[in-house]
Structures are given as C-alpha cells and as structure tokens.
C-alpha cells in the first residue's frame, strides 16, 4: 500500500491508493434494484411433484438468506450491502406439462408468462416483483448460451428464466449439507443479478455481481458457501473492493467519531486505514470561534480513496477536473462556511467510469433550471447540499446517470418537511438525502429527497448529542445502521444532529 500526504496552508489533501492488483467495485448506474421482493416461480413442462418441492424448499432458504434468516452476530448478507434487504418465494405454478422440449425464444418465454398471467396462474408484474420461469429436463433457451437468464419489459415488469439442464457437472457425493448441483447454482447466480440489476436490457441498476467470480462447487475448493439450505453463488464484495466473497456475509461494523477537530479526525483515520476501514460518512461544521470539527463515520472496505479536506472552490476544482479523467469520481462532497463567509471543501473521491455533472455554490433558480434540464435525460441527483453565506443559499448537486422516480422539496421548514414525509411514507416513498442549514435569524430550513421504496426506515431531528447518542446505542445492538448524518450548528453555539437509520448497511449511492 502507498500513502501520500501533502499539507498546504488551510488545505490538506490525503491520497491512499491500493496495489494494480485489486478489483474494481461494482459500479451503480441508476437503474431499479428490487430492495424487498417476491419471487413467483412457474414450472414449465414435465417437472415431478418430488423436484419442484426441493425446488421450491432451495428457494425458500435462498429468500430467507436474503432477508437475513440466522444470520452470524455482526454479519449482514452480501446483497444487502447494494440495497436488498429482504425477499420471499410465491407458491409454485405450473404450466403446459406435455409441452414437447425445445429451445425457446426469448418472445416464447414472454409469450409463456403472459399466458399464465392471463389464467391468473402468475401476477401482474410490479416493481418488486420476479417472475422466474423454470424449465424441465430438455428445453433450454436460444440466446445466452442456451443457459439462464434474466430481462424484462420495463423498469417495472422483470422475469427471469433458468433451464433446469442449465449448468454442467453433477452434485458432489458425501458433501454436507447436501450439495444440490449446477441447476441450484444457476439459480442462485441468475436471480442475485436479477435482483440487483432487474433490467439490465432497459437501464442498468448494479454492476453484474456474481459474473466474475469463479464457479465451481465447494467439494472441490469453489469459491461457493455452505448454507443450511444448499449452496449459493459467489458475489462480489465492495467492502473487500469487489473481491470474490468466500463467505456469503459482509461485515455490520461500523465506527464513528462525532466533533473531533482535524488532527484527532486525522489520527484516528491513520489508525483504521491499514485495518481495512473506509469513510462512509465525512461531515464539518464550524463553531462561532471558526473552529472546523469533524463527524465521520467508517465502514470495512479497501476501496483506493482520495480525500481534500478545506479547500477552497478554485483548488478543489483544479483537483477534480485533473482526477476526472483519471477515472475518479465524487463519493462525498460537502462545504462548509467560515465566519468571514469563506466557502471550503470538503471531498472524498473513489474509482468510477459513470458520467457525472455538478454544481457548485449557485442560486435555487440556476440549480433548478439545470435540474429540469437534465431530468428528462434520466440524469438524477446524487448528493445534495445548501450553505448560508453572506445572507444567501447556494447549492451544490452532482448528478449520475439514472431513472427512479425522484421527489424532493428544498428550503421547508421542520413542520412542513414531516407533514410531507408523513404523507409520501404509506405510499411507498423513502429518503434518499436529508440535509438541514440554518439561517441568519436561527430558522433550521430542510432539504430532502425521497425514491421509491418499502424499507423499514428511523429518523430523528434536532437532537442533542447526548439524545441521539442514546438512540444510537439503542439501535445498534437491533441491527439498524446510519444511513444519513447531517449535524448543523444553530446561533447560540448548540450543535444539533438529524439521523436516518435502515436495517444493515448499504453502499452508496442507492
């Protein structure tokens, strides 16, 4: 590992970089992740009462995995780190079973689900729905190979198909548990992409992440787990920088420190980085004697990360239009505001090739306009952020290629804020960015954007440090994690804290 360190006056700039050797971390390209679904399984052609209950049985474990069923204390499955949570398994229905084994098109397998939705055999497609088509011994599928595969008819409507030959070799003998052979496999492998990444013939959601790890069976030193319910597919791990998980669970450990001023920030940063700990969270604020404090929070990984920590706008720009070519893209901004109305930065970016576009420090109405121009071109936000200086708001918004539904409301206060969320929460609205500032005269204005979703969710607001450290540690031991931190510091020198918490960890952004 090298580490380089260079220190200016008023600026710092920290530059950790990893060995050629690493892996890149999957990549989010704003498409649909299906965070809480349900999986429909359909039995196409002769299959037996006896191979769709152990089917079905596999499918059940593998849905009870995903949401976190006996789990190790301190562990959260892999995909939840992406954003998926929980999933369950319909009954099973079948379909056609004298149907005479072929290769199926991708229209005749679209023709098929169709069929059996119009009898009322399936469902309607939804946004956290999975139709999987499971083929008998002899059919297979035209395109990838003849092997499974996923797709969908928007971003809303997904299915996937697994051949029940899919896959080669056969279960290993004596293993323990019982190992259930490729076609299990298949289906693990097939519906994690599908999961992560439903519609990637419409818009891209995640990076493929089971492609890229090496298949093979545990019995003869795979890289895949042992579960009580059988064996699953190995995933990419972005806590080990896109590494092959040899686990099927990533860490739920998180550290945080709360108003340290820089030198302390800096040594406890020295201290996690050689043991695999990466910033997740980086937050100043500034006290009335222009002291910078720092909150931070950290979780494993080993992603390479470049940081700058008070720099001012034309400094910090030069380093981005010098990285951004290189291959670097933003992970954390924000600003901070000195009493003499100095606007500085800070900055954490990692590996990335997604487009990427700003704003730094304008009106409402400039960074309106430009939203508006780019939503059509399924552009959305990625960070948000308001400061008050000389009297005055400004913005600054970076935004990445996707299409979620998107809402947001800018500069309300606490009343109007939690009327609204109270009001979106029951249809299916949750919080994306929540940041607060605070005007001249000590008003506290909010900023918020919610997408589409049905996760659990806690949030507090305005509290004292001693009352959301209580309602952290309360939290902790239950599984919740930070999701958002955003403290401000009203004019009588009080610091306040607004924090939303969600079941395990998840990386950013969703």
């Known amino acids: 590992m090298k580490k380089v360190c260079l220190a200016v006056p008023f600026t710092i700039l920290i530059l950790f970089t990893l060995n050629a050797l690493c892996q890149t971390p999957q990549q989010y390209h704003g498409g649909p992740i299906l965070r809480n679904l349900k999986i429909h399984p359909l039995y196409y052609g002769n299959w037996s009462s006896a191979d769709i209950t152990t089917q079905q049985n596999y499918l059940t474990g593998l849905t009870g995995y995903l949401s976190g069923n006996n789990k190790p204390a301190g562990k959260q499955p892999m995909l939840w780190q992406y954003g998926v949570n929980a999933a369950s398994v319909a009954q099973a229905a079948t379909a056609d079973p004298g149907a005479s084994p072929k290769k199926l098109s991708r229209d005749e397998i679209v023709n098929i689900i169709h069929t059996n939705q119009s009898n009322g055999k399936l469902p ?36 996937a198909v697994v051949p029940r030959d899919a896959g080669v070799g056969t279960p290993a003998a004596g293993s323990i548990p019982p190992d259930p052979g490729p076609f299990q496999l298949v289906t693990s492998h097939e519906l994690f992409e599908a999961i992560a990444d439903p519609s990637d013939d419409q818009f891209i959601g995640w990076d493929e992440m089971v492609d890229g790890c090496a298949d093979g069976m545990a019995s003869s030193g795979g890289s895949w787990i042992s579960m009580p319910f059988g064996w699953i597919a190995g995933i990419h791990d972005n806590t080990q920088n896109g590494k092959c998980s040899a686990t099927g669970y990533t860490s739920l450990d998180e550290i945080q420190v709360y108003g340290w001023s820089y030198a302390d920030y800096r040594k406890k940063y020295d201290e996690l980085w050689p043991k695999g700990w990466r910033l997740y969270i980086l937050q100043s604020y500034v006290m009335s004697n222009s002291q910078v404090l720092y909150n931070a929070v950290w979780r494993p990984g080993t992603d390479d990360e470049i940081q700058v920590y008070g720099w001012s706008y034309t400094d910090f720009k030069n380093k981005y239009d010098q990285m951004s070519p290189q291959g670097w893209r933003l992970y954390i901004l924000q600003s901070y505001v000195m009493p003499n109305n100095q606007v500085l930065y800070n900055a954490v970016w990692r590996k990335g090739t997604l487009a990427e576009s700003q704003k730094y420090g304008v009106p409402y109405n400039e960074y309106r306009s430009q939203y508006d121009q780019i939503f059509p071109q399924n552009v959305r936000l990625q960070s948000l952020q308001s400061y008050v200086a000389g009297g005055q708001v400004s913005y600054n918004a970076v935004w990445r290629p996707g299409d979620s539904n998107e809402f947001q409301v800018y500069g309300w206060t606490y009343a109007d804020y939690r009327k609204k969320y109270d009001e979106i929460w029951p249809k299916g609205w949750r919080l994306y960015i929540l940041q607060s500032y605070v005007l001249a005269n000590g008003e506290v204005r909010y900023n918020a954007v919610w997408r589409p979703g049905n996760m659990q969710e806690i949030q507090v607001y305005g509290y004292a440090y001693a009352d959301y450290r209580k309602k952290y540690d309360e939290l902790w031991p239950q599984g919740w994690r930070l999701y958002v931190l955003d403290s401000y510091v009203m004019p009588n020198g009080q610091v306040l804290y607004n924090a939303v918490w969600r079941i395990g960890t998840s990386d950013r952004p969703l």
Do not use: P, Q
């Open 124 to 159: 309607a497609f939804s946004a956290e729905r999975l139709i999987v088509v499971f083929l008998a011994h002899g059919f297979g599928v035209t395109i990838k190979n003849g092997g499974a595969y996923h797709s969908s008819e928007s971003t809303s409507s997904f299915w």
